[in-house]
């Protein structure tokens, strides 16, 4: 049904009194946004948006982002007065409360229609980037008939000054992705006070070189609105849609402020919005006329579901285009069979060429693996043989080359994601994964299947020195809960990572890879790695020592238990590619890898921090023995590195002798 703009306003106001009451009740939050962008969502569910409420998975719905994800009120209003199953009004009625979906910003895991978690300005924006990028892949393998939506973005003044915003835009405007359409909550206000504190650029000028159409409107006028929007949607470019709003609009005494920003209004204030706004229903309560127009939005989504079913169910690649929605993988052992062969070979790699061997395995059986590096596929070989790039003249390529973005790569991997149909990873060095933590962390919050290859791991990458030699890299990634850090030592154990992270469809996996060449350790066909850790080789002599390592370490463990036994003193050498697969082992697994035996010494070999490896060495002989390197690297060849930082047999024997003989 087509609502005439007099009954545009109270929908809108219906908006505000949800927010404020909200935000009230908790005495937390943030109504200005929400009251500031009323008219604009109402004017965007009711005319544009392809939503249904009855079907919040839909593959080819609209996505709705929510990128100022502080003004949460706004989506959780939205979803409920257009008849989402969740959140229910007790929920609104306990908005950031213990136990309430609607928590203070919109998590993706608690609500299904919210599309990704936001909250980190600018990250929202970055995802859209991500889940547009899907829509066109998805559309150029199977077509306008099942794939032809549009990403939709609410951003403010945060998102944009956020530094992750130049680089998503520009990747947006360079792939011509033109189903993204941002709408700039253009209010001039922040928490700190006027925008003009902090910023005097000129965005449009800043969009508009970067290839995107820019339009304005009116954010109060419903007939302003819907032409602008109208526009951004027949656009062929990504769109952004300055809407010149009030923030806290309807807020008589504090709207346009910063004060309305961050804060309550106070009983006071709500009042005077309730008479300013002409709003009589009780805290909570929508009007029964309101409510049924929301309802009634429902019903053209409703419509095109219908119709698009019906597309699918005709279309030969409906189990295809189902299977990759549902995150599902492809049947057939063909890559199992390949990597079983791997086990009879002899193999001297690097683990970042190995990882590249993988990739030419899995990609061509694994169609929905989008790979990508941010401006460093030769270095993170990323790039298998069979895919071709993802650009505007080929949205169906499979490779995509982000540029030296890795915080807008790494975002827009989680939007591909969450977008669902494929597979993101992508690839950079690992001492650049401090500019994409924050996305990182953000997988590992919403539970995507981004798969992150971060090469050059240790000191072992040598001549480039300090600025590019990790430390505490690998370390901190493992701080992060529901992320997989994968550091592999031979090319068996990579090809390992590589399934264990592909069948992980909610967590995100991170496989830090080298760049000097490993021998191969493995000739078990058992998937070991899937353990987290595992002895490797047993003592021969009466076991004294359990050496633990990971990556590049491994090989050195292992020279450090050959001299240790040819001084009758009995080594274990166990690999622990993944720390978080091995906490999840139960108990008696763990003990038989590492047994409670005081009198036994545990030691750790790692080129990295030693903090957090006392975890496995401190209930040991003697407090155990930590090695790794808990200083900056040099630049020098790896291998004078290594021996000058004591990651040699020979450096680390004598180590243990005195432990063992304290």
């Known amino acids: ?100 979906v609607c928590a203070g910003h919109p998590e993706n ?51 944009l000054m956020e ?57 109060h006028d419903f007939a302003d609105i819907e032409r602008a929007l109208a526009e951004a949607a027949a656009s062929d470019k990504p769109s952004l849609v300055a809407c010149k709003t009030v923030i806290g609009k309807g807020a008589p005494n504090k709207q346009g402020s910063h004060d309305v920003h961050g804060a309550a209004l106070g009983p006071d204030e709500v009042a005077a919005a309730r008479e300013y706004l002409g709003w009589t229903a009780a805290p909570f309560e929508i009007p029964a006329e309101i409510l049924a127009d929301w309802r009634s939005l429902g019903e053209a989504g409703a419509k095109a579901r219908a119709e698009w079913e019906g597309r699918l169910a005709a279309s030969a690649d409906a189990a295809e285009f189902s299977r990759r929605m549902a995150g599902d993988l492809p049947e057939g052992d063909e890559a199992a069979k390949t990597f079983a062969g791997w086990l009879d070979g002899d193999t001297t790699v ?53 540029g030296i973005r890795e915080f807008g790569m790494a975002a827009a991997m989680n939007g591909m994601a969450l977008h669902g149909g494929v597979i993101p990873y992508g690839g950079t060095f690992l001492i650049f994964s401090d500019y994409c933590r924050n996305a990182i962390r953000l997988s590992a919050l919403q539970q995507t299947r981004a798969i992150y290859v971060l090469t050059h791991d240790s000191i072992g990458l040598g001549e480039d020195g300090p600025t590019h030699q990790p430390i505490e890299q690998v370390m901190s990634l493992r701080l992060i809960p529901n992320l997989y850090v994968f550091r592999p030592a031979d090319v068996i154990e990579t090809a390992e990572c590589w399934n ?79 720390m978080e697969l091995f906490e999840a082992q139960d108990e008696a697994y763990k003990h038989e890898v590492l047994p409670h035996d005081p009198s036994i010494l545990r030691v750790s070999i790692e080129a990295g921090s030693t903090l957090g490896w ?14 790794g390197i808990d200083r900056f690297g040099a630049s020098a060849p790896a291998k004078d590195l290594f021996a000058r930082f004591g990651f040699t047999a020979e450096s680390i024997v004598p180590k243990i002798l005195d432990k063992l003989s304290a």
């Open 1 to 100: 049904m087509t609502l005439a703009p007099n009954r545009l306003a109270p929908m809108a106001n219906a908006i505000r009194a949800l927010s404020m009451d909200a935000v009230q009740a908790a005495n937390s939050g943030h109504p200005g946004m929400p009251m500031g962008m009323a008219d604009v969502a109402t004017v965007l569910f009711s005319k544009f948006l392809k939503f249904d409420p009855a079907a919040p998975k839909w593959p080819d719905r609209d996505r709705f982002v929510l990128s100022a994800g502080h003004g949460s009120m706004l989506i959780y209003s939205l979803l409920h007065l257009t008849g989402y199953a969740s959140p229910t009004m007790d929920d609104i009625r306990n908005f950031r409360q213990l136990g309430s």
């Open 163 to 219: 530094g992750i915003n130049h680089e998503a835009i520009g990747l947006a405007g360079n792939l011509k992705l033109g189903r993204l359409k941002v709408l700039w909550d253009d209010n001039n206000i922040t928490i700190d006070g006027d925008t003009s504190l902090s910023t005097s650029e000129d965005i449009p000028a800043r969009f508009r070189a970067t290839g995107w159409d820019v339009f304005s409107c009116d954010g």
């Open 350 to 402: 690097a683990t970042r060429k190995a990882s590249e061997n993988c990739l030419n395995v899995l990609a061509p059986v694994v169609p929905e693996m989008v790979g990508g590096s941010a401006d460093l596929t030769g270095s993170n070989n990323t790039k298998a043989k069979c895919q071709e790039p993802f650009t505007p003249d080929n949205y169906a390529g499979r490779y995509v080359y982000y």
């Open 614 to 627: 006392e975890r496995y060495t401190a209930a040991s002989r003697n407090g155990g023995l930590n090695i």
């Open 109 to 159: 895991f608690l609500i299904p229609g919210v599309e990704c978690t936001t909250g980190p300005l600018g990250q929202g924006l970055a995802m859209a980037v991500g889940m547009a990028m899907a829509e066109r892949q998805l559309n150029g393998t199977f077509g306008d008939g099942l794939v032809d939506h549009k990403t939709w973005v609410i951003a403010g003044d945060g998102c």
């Open 500 to 578: 264990i992270a592909l069948q992980s469809k909610d967590t995100p996996s991170v496989l830090a890879l080298t760049r000097q060449n490993l021998p191969q350790l493995r000739k078990s066909g058992d998937m070991l790695s899937a353990r987290g850790a595992y002895t490797l080789r047993h003592a021969s002599a009466d076991r004294k020592v359990i050496l633990v390592a990971s990556g590049s370490e491994v090989e050195l463990a292992v020279k450090v238990a050959e001299q240790l036994e040819s001084q009758d003193i009995g080594a274990d050498v166990v690999s622990m590619p993944c």
